[in-house]
Nanobody, 130 residues
Framework: QVQLVESGGGLVQPGGSLRLSCAAS????????IGWFRQAPGKEREGVSC????????YYADSVKGRFTISRGNDKNTVFLQMNNLKPEDTAVYYC???????????????????????WGQGTQVTVSS
């Protein structure tokens, strides 16, 4: 069964950090674009950061540049999102998604705010509040 499972969300104070994990099962993330997306209540979904499993190229939304870092785990089937200096406006449900690289680049996937014929995780809540 093909699955993406996110973990690591929670409640954190402004200025704090969290690390989200996305673990793939039932398939391998070779030659995939993998990304993190978020959606806050009443707002459109946003592509936060995306990475290529082929060459490691990355894309970041302007709103998170310099604060968030996307990376792949040593097992190559896990993707992380390190989030530092969190702000209340980062509060959202964060989703992991993946699509084969031949369908589009990581940048295109993030800008489109969705994978093209790919897979979604179930989401993890991130709340930034004092």
């Amino acid at each position: 069964q093909v699955q993406l499972v996110e973990s690591g969300g929670g409640l954190v104070q402004p200025g704090g950090s969290l690390r989200l994990s996305c673990a793939a099962s039932g398939f391998t993330l070779d030659y995939y674009a993998i990304g993190w997306f978020r959606q806050a209540p009443g707002k459109e979904r946003e592509g936060v950061s995306c990475i290529s499993s082929f060459d490691g190229s990355t894309y970041y939304a302007d709103s998170v540049k310099g604060r968030f870092t996307i990376s792949r785990g040593n097992d190559k089937n896990t993707v992380f999102l390190q989030m530092n200096n969190l702000k209340p406006e980062d509060t959202a449900v964060y989703y992991c998604a993946a699509q084969p690289l031949y369908r589009s680049s990581p940048q295109a996937m993030c800008i489109a705010s969705a994978p093209f014929r790919g897979y979604w995780g179930q989401g993890t809540q991130v709340t930034v509040s004092s």
